[in-house]
């Protein structure tokens, strides 16, 4: 085997592992019974267009959790001055209007419900949410957000598609409106993937779906889009939650790669000149 | 003046002989090639871990109570504490990975024979520790997957016929798995096991000096010799090998440092998406996963599915899986072939050696998906496989017909 063979064998065999990986990452994620808004795939979640850096997103998505979610969700291994340093968000801005009751700026992000009681109330303690981007992924969180529709066979009136009889009530349902679970009339695709068409008039056919999200007109206090836009600044903030320095890991680690290249450089130079001698 | 100061050294440590013993007089074969570099990269990644271990053992909390709220606290608190965090999570798959090349290496140029087979059963040793420090360092975050892959890993020992419930519980110090499990796992994590890693590689490295590095061409290059006694096909270690180490250990740390920092969670396989879940012993996880490593000895645990001899399934699989790692000891008796190196053995081993690495990998990812019936019949025909290159050894490797070898290494 010569050198070039010997190589490529070494690549194979490591691009192969790494393959294998790649496609059992592929797997899993699923997002329950949603359904895509063109009615054509079920169970896979939406995108959730996150960016780290966005800083007014991420205070939107904090706003949002203070007010709405923290009532019950704690934060329990983030402290609320980290948040308005990574946030910059003004010390005293945030303590005025970010923190409720009589806790101090160094403390962890705690609730003041008792577990026991919260679970004789939802069925099961409202769970820690710190690290649930990094548990479910953002996808799924921003999916699980947007999926609440109305359903009075549930003690709270509520189900969600993401995750089906969850026992958390629809704490956004002013903002949102009221979502209904609805059918609607869809292009009917062929098996070889066309529309299906009426062989006599020509006429596109369709066929019923049932299980899209319709918000009940002018019954939220946002639109449909603003109410988006809005999950997903608060998911931001929980991917923020779970891993609150990656944009401080990815610089540092931008400049230790900058560093490296050149050790690499020069230690190849070096191996250069000393090889020199053994021929 | 340093002259002096050697002199002062040498007449109380063999210093001077122990650097020209190791170092610039350790004649490495000079066609030595790429496979050749798992070695000293391990070396390093041993560095790392021993390193970022320290330091992390500086804030976390080995209690079942504080322990998942620690790992935390490194990660936020701690300045670039998860750094060091992410450093050692990294450090543990490219320690995994890096040894089966290790291995590989070693089992494609016959680098088990005879006069190397103290070296490599050292090497299995360091192998069945890292598998150790790899288990018990992974339930110490005490997330989800912590705590079920533990379950899982010691209610194995309860299988075991008459004495299982009692050892089982003997190992655990507990009826369940429980913080006084937690505490024992860590202190062999953070003394016990890296204290006997560090000695067995320490003797690995020896045993290396003493008989020889192996080549690709798997001849004895001490054969012949020029006149001041030096292997000719050689080179000194250092400063040649240790330079174009160095440029190796430098490409190496781009892909480490690369995973470390912007993907290091490894897309789930360095760190699982379930372990950022406290640990919870009433609730258990979908799907319980070994680490990505694990995956090819969990494979062959899920698939014997039938007992025999009055023996439970689970029991007969704990054997098998034990007997997957434990049956690497024996390739140097196992091997009858008169040449080391692939490349000059006859057909037959090579192909069994591709079988091996077709079944490892194709073990590794059933392993990593939830079983189904078609997946443990897969699962069963190539652990048969997997076990065939070693048992059939000694026929294929005795009758095939071999290349000649030549009596000086080829380069190129």
Partial sequence: MNKKNRILTFVVIIAASLGSLKVLAAAGAACGSFLSEDGLTKGECKEAYINPKDKASLQRGAQVYMNYCLGCHSLKYARYKKVSEDLEIPLSMFQENLIFGDQKMGDLIQVGMDPKEAKEWFGNAPPDLTLEAGLRGPDWIYTYLTSFYIDESRPLGVNNKVYENVGMPHVLIDMQGTPRSVCKQIPAFADNGGIKQDPLTGEQLTEERCGFLQVDNGTGEMSTEQFDKTMLDLTNFLAYMTDPLKVERETIGTYVLLYLFIFTMLSYLLYREFKKDLH | ?412
């Fill in chain 2, 1 to 412: 003046m340093v002259t002096k100061l050697m002199n002062w050294f040498d007449d109380r440590l063999p210093l001077t002989a122990t650097i020209e013993r190791h170092l610039t007089k350790y004649p490495a074969p000079i066609n030595m090639n790429i496979w050749y570099l798992a070695g000293v990269l391990l070396v390093v990644v041993l560095v790392i871990q021993l390193a970022s271990g320290i330091w992390l053992l500086m804030n976390y909390e080995p209690t079942a109570e504080g322990a998942f709220a620690s790992i935390q606290y490194i990660m936020r608190d701690v300045k670039y504490g998860y750094i060091i965090r992410y450093m050692h999570t990294t450090g543990a798959s490219a320690f995994f990975a890096l040894i089966f090349l290790h291995m590989f290496r070693g089992m494609m140029y016959g680098s088990y024979q005879k006069p190397r087979e103290l070296l490599w059963v050292l090497g299995w040793i360091t192998y069945f520790l890292l598998c150790a420090l790899g288990f018990t360092g992974y339930v110490l975050p005490w997330g989800q997957m912590s705590f079920w892959a533990a379950q899982v890993i010691m209610s194995l020992f309860g299988s075991i016929p008459y004495i299982g419930e009692d050892l089982l519980t003997w190992i655990r110090g507990d009826y369940l798995i429980s913080g006084i499990t937690l505490n024992r796992l860590f202190a062999f994590h953070v003394v016990l096991l890296p204290l006997a890693l560090i000695a067995v590689v320490f003797v690995h490295i020896l045993a290396l000096h003493e008989v020889g590095s192996n080549n690709p061409d798997g001849v004895d290059v001490k054969k012949f010799k020029d006149a001041d006694g030096v292997p000719l096909d050689t080179k000194p270690f250092f400063p040649y090998d240790v330079m174009h180490d160095l440029y190796a250990i430098g490409v190496f740390l781009i892909f480490f440092v690369a995973i470390m920092f912007f993907y290091p969670d490894g897309g789930g396989y360095v760190i699982e998406y379930v372990n950022y879940e406290a640990a919870d012993n009433l609730k258990t996880p979908e799907h319980i996963v070994p680490s990505w490593y694990y995956t090819p000895y969990y494979a062959m645990l899920r698939a014997v599915t039938f007992p025999l001899f009055g023996l439970t399934a689970k029991f007969l699989g704990f054997v098998v899986m034990a007997a997957g790692i434990a049956i690497f000891v024996a390739l140097p008796w196992l091997d009858r072939s008169p040449v080391k190196s692939i490349k000059y053995k006859g057909i037959y081993s090579k192909f069994f050696l591709a079988l091996f690495v077709v079944s490892f990998l194709v073990l590794g990812y059933l392993g990593a998906v939830p079983s189904t019936p078609a997946r443990t019949i897969a699962a069963q025909i190539f652990t048969v496989c997997y076990f065939a290159y070693f048992l059939l050894m000694p026929i294929y490797s005795k009758y095939e017909t071999c290349k000649p070898v030549p009596d000086r290494v080829q380069l190129g």
